[in-house]
């Protein structure tokens, strides 16, 4: 039987390349899209998907309560995926509120009116073959040391306010698993990167600035270290959860490719300074600023679960990724020029022209 999801965020960086990996990959499903179309989230993302009736796009905010009533009405949803979120770091310094309405009380009314339609209050059970997935971050775990790894027992120590409201967010989804035994699956991944990523982001910034000899800001020492995920592993990984994870598990999403931030700012400009034959585009570029309130030394998570109960693994390398995500760009420059014009200007200026 044809199976129907609700993906909120859909239009977002990760959310639309999930819409187009499940599409690709199911021929028998259908997508209601559900996204507010902040400065994040782009219709733009989603031209390759017109015309296809297994798609539907809904502009809506998750924090209103009577247009997801009306949605679960209406489509009968099996499965809910989570991606809508405020997600960066340097905005919720600058503007925490809105973290928590989005994060944590947009989440509290979707796990609500998820439980009002998969909850029979009678027999006190729930719907069959249903399942709610909140998609996180390793950031809800605080940062590491030089060695070790996170894993799904780590405890939860957030530092920033966003990481703050995606935690709280966690706890209220196996809050609902625990007190109600709501069907729920938590994924938390790795810095994801890839086509569609909105320029706020450390990888597309630099692309974007380096082709205009714009001025590359990297963070303090630069040496703080990530582990980067190709996005469609992200993606693959998610679909693995919902049709097969063990209800009540949270299962970590790495890519094993830990690097330092500036290792990732070399390595864009050796391939834009190769591939563009401009000799404008070099390491003179990079301008170190003051580094972010509370920034994180180091995040890594272990797949080692995922990979065990799921077989899921990461394919794409961050050699060979990044070669990809160069190329969408290069090749995608009227989308990266629609998204860095107006009020993204703004906020560059904001958070980067003013740093000593």
């Not at 605080?142 to 703050?164: D, I, N, Q, V």
């Not at 109600?180 to 597309?204: A, D, H, W």
């Not at 070399?266 to 309130?293: C, F, M, N, P, Y």
């Not at 797949?303 to 390398?317: A, M, N, Q, S, V």
Request: aromatic fraction near 12%; charge should be negative; include cysteine.
């Amino acid at each position: 039987m044809k199976k129907t999801y609700l993906v909120t965020g859909g239009a977002g960086f990760i959310g639309s390349n999930f819409i187009y990996y499940m599409l690709k990959k199911h021929s028998d499903i259908l997508l209601v899209n559900l996204d507010k179309l902040t400065y994040a989230g782009n219709l733009e993302n989603l031209k390759g998907v017109e015309g296809d009736t297994r798609h539907i796009f809904v502009q809506g905010d998750i924090c209103d309560c009577t247009l997801i009533r009306n949605l679960f009405e209406q489509y009968d949803f099996d499965y809910v995926i989570n991606f809508a979120a405020e997600s960066h770091v340097d905005r919720s310094i600058a503007c925490p509120e809105i973290f928590v309405q989005t994060n944590v009380l947009g989440t509290v009314n979707l796990l609500q009116r998820t439980k009002e339609a998969w909850y029979n209050q009678e027999t006190k059970s729930w719907k069959a073959d249903k399942k709610y997935i909140q998609i996180s971050t390793d950031e809800v775990c605080g940062a590491l040391g030089k060695e070790g790894l996170f894993t799904e027992t780590t405890p939860l120590s957030p530092h920033s306010p966003y990481s703050s409201s995606k935690a709280s967010a966690d706890m209220f989804v196996m809050a609902f698993h625990d007190t109600y035994n709501m069907p729920v699956n938590i994924t938390r991944c790795s810095n994801n990167y890839g086509p569609y990523q909105f320029p706020e982001k450390l990888i597309p910034l630099i692309i974007n600035n380096a082709r205009h000899h714009s001025q590359l800001p990297v963070y303090g020492d630069g040496m703080q270290v990530r582990d980067w995920l190709y996005v469609e592993d992200h993606c693959k990984a998610i679909d693995m959860v919902t049709s097969s994870g063990k209800v009540g598990e949270v299962y970590n999403i790495g890519g094993h490719n830990e690097r330092e931030n500036i290792f990732i700012v070399k390595t864009i400009i050796g391939q834009l300074h190769d591939r563009l034959q401009d000799a404008g585009i070099s390491e003179d570029l990079i301008k170190h600023v003051e580094d972010r309130l509370g920034h994180d030394r180091r995040y890594a998570i272990d797949p080692e679960k995922i990979k065990r109960d799921l077989g899921w693994y990461p394919e794409t390398c961050f050699e060979k990724g990044i070669v990809l995500t160069i190329d969408w760009y290069l090749e995608n420059q009227e989308w990266l020029d629609h998204v860095t014009c107006g009020e993204y200007q703004q906020y560059y200026k904001k958070m980067y022209k003013n740093r000593r």
